[in-house]
């Protein structure tokens, strides 16, 4: 009599856990076997009120350049912060209107950096040359830049582009690939017009 029961709710369980399952797009891109190889966000924006923002995020990482950066090189600034990868179809989509912000607010106290999460140098320098790039890339293939960032507002899905305030810490997200540059002109906008 005991096994009764014990299928029927093997059969709740089960039927709830599919019910779950299916409203998280990240397991629906897993089990539509695209063979992606990439998480895709859906665009949300997320802000955060001032008196709400995490500690300042401190990270160093090496150039795709040569050399090294560091999150002290910016000290002051906005940062806008993209995480992508070379092949990677929503990066390759919201290169030129990141390209368009970073020079349009070029002069306003905001900079612009990407990290490349995948990548070797060659890969990252010919991506910034077909599209245009002339913002700087750090090299996070081992994750270390991304973990400075992952108890704070994760980058969960690539791309994600942050924003900085003046003290380096993170005041939005768009997660997945920018729709609209004025999205985030609207962002730093609003960074900027913080005291």
């Known amino acids: 009599?005991?096994?009764v029961p014990a299928a029927?709710?093997?059969v709740l369980v089960?039927?709830?856990l599919a019910g779950c399952a299916s409203a998280d797009p990240i397991a629906e891109q897993y089990r539509s076997g695209s063979e992606q190889n990439y998480v895709a966000g859906d665009g949300s924006v997320l802000?955060?009120?001032a008196e709400s923002r995490d500690e300042p995020v401190t990270?160093?990482?090496e150039l795709d350049t040569g050399g090294t950066l560091s999150s002290s090189d910016f000290d002051g600034d906005i940062l806008v912060v993209n995480f992508w990868y070379a092949s990677c179809p929503p990066c390759r989509a919201e290169a030129p209107d990141l390209?368009?912000?970073n020079l349009a607010y070029a002069d306003k106290g905001v900079s612009f950096l990407g990290v490349n999460v995948r990548d070797d140098s060659a890969a990252a320098l010919a991506f910034a040359d077909t599209f245009n790039v002339t913002?700087?890339?750090l090299l996070d293939r081992e994750g270390r830049i991304l973990l400075e960032f992952s108890g704070l507002v994760a980058p969960n899905a690539v791309p994600?582009?942050?924003v900085l305030d003046r003290q380096s810490r993170v005041a939005a997200r768009v997660l997945g690939q920018l729709s609209d540059r004025s999205i985030l002109e609207s962002l730093i906008d609003r960074v900027l017009a913080e005291k």
């Open 135 to 137: 913002y700087p890339s």
């Open 99 to 101: 390209e368009a912000v």
């Open 1 to 3: 009599m005991r096994a």
């Open 59 to 61: 990270f160093a990482g």
């Open 14 to 16: 089960i039927g709830v």
């Open 8 to 10: 029927a709710a093997s």
């Open 47 to 49: 802000e955060i009120a």
């Open 160 to 162: 994600t582009t942050l």
